[in-house]
Each structure stands twice: as C-alpha cells, then as structure tokens.
C-alpha cells in the first residue's frame, strides 16, 4: 500500500477532537494556543497530541506534519 494510502487511512481513524487538534498543529499553533481556540486544556491537548503521534507513527512534530501533508492535510487558516 502507497504511504499515501497508509497516511490517509491513519488520519481518517482519528477523532474529531483529534483532528482538530492535528489541525491546530498544522496552523503552527501551540499546546496553549489550540487549547484556547478549542476552550479545552493545554494538558489536554498535549494528551491528544501524543495519542496522535502513537496513532500516526510519528516520532517528532516535523514527521507528523509530514505524514498529515502526505495524506493530503493543509493547514487551515484560523480567525479569518
């Protein structure tokens, strides 16, 4: 299977709440930022953070940006 593939199907599988976490994390926001713009905590999303970096096999924040560009992410613009 194309690591495309494998990336796409890892990314679909998360939760919403992850995925707007993973979207945060695209937008190049921090723990402290995406916390506040998902009025959650920062520990909180540290939590989902390292539960998507296990899910997606990603061992640094670089390597996860790069696995969520292959499965075809981009960031999203936020408070536009």
């Known amino acids: 299977m194309p690591a495309t593939t494998v990336a796409a199907t ?3 599988a998360l939760s919403p709440r992850e995925r707007d976490v993973l979207d ?10 995406i916390a506040r713009e ?7 999303v540290e939590a989902h953070r390292a539960r998507i970096m296990e899910r997606l096999g ?6 996860l940006v790069q696995i969520a560009v292959a499965a075809g992410l981009q960031a999203k613009l936020h408070g536009g």
């Open 10 to 12: 890892s990314v679909a």
């Open 38 to 44: 998902l009025e959650i905590s920062p520990r909180t």
């Open 24 to 33: 945060g994390l695209l937008a190049g926001g921090t723990n402290k930022t």
């Open 58 to 63: 990603a061992h640094s924040l670089p390597e």
